[in-house]
Structure formats: structure tokens, C-alpha cells
């Protein structure tokens, strides 16, 4: 099974463009389409942006135009480019991989919390 470590996370000024790593190991990487999630204080986790089995990516609405989902293949790492941070994407985010077509439980990294300071 594939284990997912992210990184990156930290203090950020509204405006500000970090990008959030996360490695993966343990298994072939490109079995699985990846995603990022995030859950605020107080709140359930959402939905970011995928990788569909096909290689399609989604966006939530709140993502599209300001997050970009890359991943590096030869580095087994999925990364998440986010731009004109706002103080309301604060949250702890987490990297999930979903084996292609299949219904599989998704496996989830430990997270990281990008906290956005205006």
C-alpha cells in the first residue's frame, strides 16, 4: 500500500503562493490518481482538487483559477500550487491517493497546516 508524507505547510501572508508537497512510497505510484482535501477548524474535510482515474483534474470552486495539482512521476511527489492565498484557506491539508478504477478505501497523509495571516 502506498504511505503519503506532506510537507510545506506553515505561516503565510494573504497574497502568498506556497506550493505543498507530498511524497509518496510504497507502492507504484502512478496506480493511483491523487487529490488534496482540507478541513478547517470546526469544520468537515472538503474537497480540493483531484486526479480522476483517467487523468482528468478537478477543481472545487473555491480552488479553480488559484490552485494548480501537479504531480512529478520520476519523484513519486504530488504537488499542490496555491496563489492569492486568502485567510479563509487556512486549514490542515492532507494528499489522498485513490487506486485507478477501483472502489478501495483512498489512503490519506497526516496533513499539513497552512495557516494564512491577512
Known amino acids: 500500500q502506498v504511505q503519503l508524507v506532506e510537507s510545506g505547510g506553515g505561516l503565510v501572508q494573504a497574497g502568498g503562493s506556497p506550493r505543498l508537497p507530498c511524497a509518496a512510497s510504497?507502492?507504484?505510484?502512478?496506480?493511483?490518481?491523487m487529490g488534496w482535501f482540507r478541513q478547517a477548524p470546526g469544520k468537515e474535510r472538503e474537497f480540493v482538487a483531484r486526479?480522476?482515474?483517467?487523468?482528468?483534474?478537478n477543481y472545487s470552486d473555491s480552488a479553480k483559477g488559484r490552485f494548480t495539482i501537479s504531480r512529478d512521476y520520476a519523484k513519486k511527489t504530488v504537488y499542490l500550487r496555491m496563489n492569492s492565498l486568502k485567510p479563509e484557506d487556512t486549514a490542515v491539508y492532507c494528499c489522498?491517493?485513490?487506486?485507478?478504477?477501483?472502489?478501495?478505501?483512498?489512503?490519506w497523509g497526516q496533513g499539513t497546516q497552512v495557516t494564512v495571516s491577512s
Open positions: 489522498g491517493a485513490f487506486e485507478r478504477w477501483s472502489t478501495s478505501t483512498p489512503v
Open positions: 510504497g507502492s507504484t505510484f502512478s496506480n493511483y490518481a
Open positions: 486526479e480522476l482515474s483517467g487523468g482528468s483534474i
